[in-house]
């Protein structure tokens, strides 16, 4: 069965810094990975997503991260972040090949963006 | 309207009310999810629609009465609910085809609060 670490629960950052969250997965068969953003009293909004090819993969607002298969990591990274990313980021995977989508998540990272 | 969209936005109960959550999706997609978040607990799948079909039911209590009557709409019927059950209920869907894009949209979530 697959499973997602986000070790960091709460990431407190200042304006314009950059930042990295962390995410490990487990898994014995290939996966897609994927980080959504989740704003106050939202929904889920996809960030970025990793398929295939390019294993640094580019997302909205400014978001990157990369897929490290022998380390079985995806971490996103921000090289300057705003008040406006205070928010929590999920990261998740999904089996690749299932008869359906079934995306395992972690437990969330809760980015504070301080002035 | 666009993307999925979910009503109402807050909801609260007692603990003998029954209610129902509504789901929309505007995106062609035919599956369709839904996921309880807790606080400090990563998302919890509890139901998957493929094709109009339940294809999962991860052990959810019988007070939680899925339906689904086509592909674009998805309901959540409440009944006799606890106050443990309080929490955010997302809607997801996907287009669930085998090699297929698999990524899940997200609505903005029911605000749920049992008396």
């Not at chain 2, 959540?76 to 609910?81: F, I, M, V």
């Not at chain 2, 443990?84 to 605000?111: H, M, W």
Request: proline share 5%.
């Amino acid at each position: 069965a697959q499973s997602v670490t986000q070790l960091d629960s709460q990431v407190p950052v200042f304006e314009e810094a950059p930042v990295e969250l962390r995410c490990n997965y487990s898994s014995s068969v290939s996966v897609y990975l994927f980080w959504y953003v989740q704003y106050p009293n939202q929904g889920l909004q996809l960030l970025l997503k990793y398929l295939s090819g390019s294993t640094l993969v580019k997302g909205i607002n400014g978001f990157e991260a990369e897929f490290n298969k022998s380390q079985t990591s995806f971490h996103l990274r921000k090289p300057s972040v705003h008040i406006s990313d205070t928010a929590e980021y999920f990261c998740a995977v999904s089996d690749r090949g299932n008869n359906f989508n079934k995306f395992y998540f972690g437990s969330g990272t809760k980015l504070n963006v301080k002035p | 309207e666009t993307g999925v969209t979910q009503t109402p936005r807050h909801l609260v109960m007692g603990m003998t009310n029954k209610k129902s959550l509504k789901c929309e999706q505007h995106l062609g997609h035919n599956a369709m999810y839904w996921y309880k978040q807790s606080a400090k607990k990563p998302l919890e799948l509890m139901f998957v629609y493929s094709l109009e079909e339940r294809v999962e039911n991860n052990s959810v209590p019988s007070r939680f009465s899925p339906e689904c009557p086509n592909s674009s709409h998805l309901f959540l019927h409440l009944h006799t609910l606890q106050p443990e059950d309080s929490a955010l209920y997302l809607c997801a869907s996907s287009q669930d085809t085998s090699g297929s894009l698999k990524t899940q949209y997200f609505g903005p979530g029911t605000r749920l609060l049992v008396l």
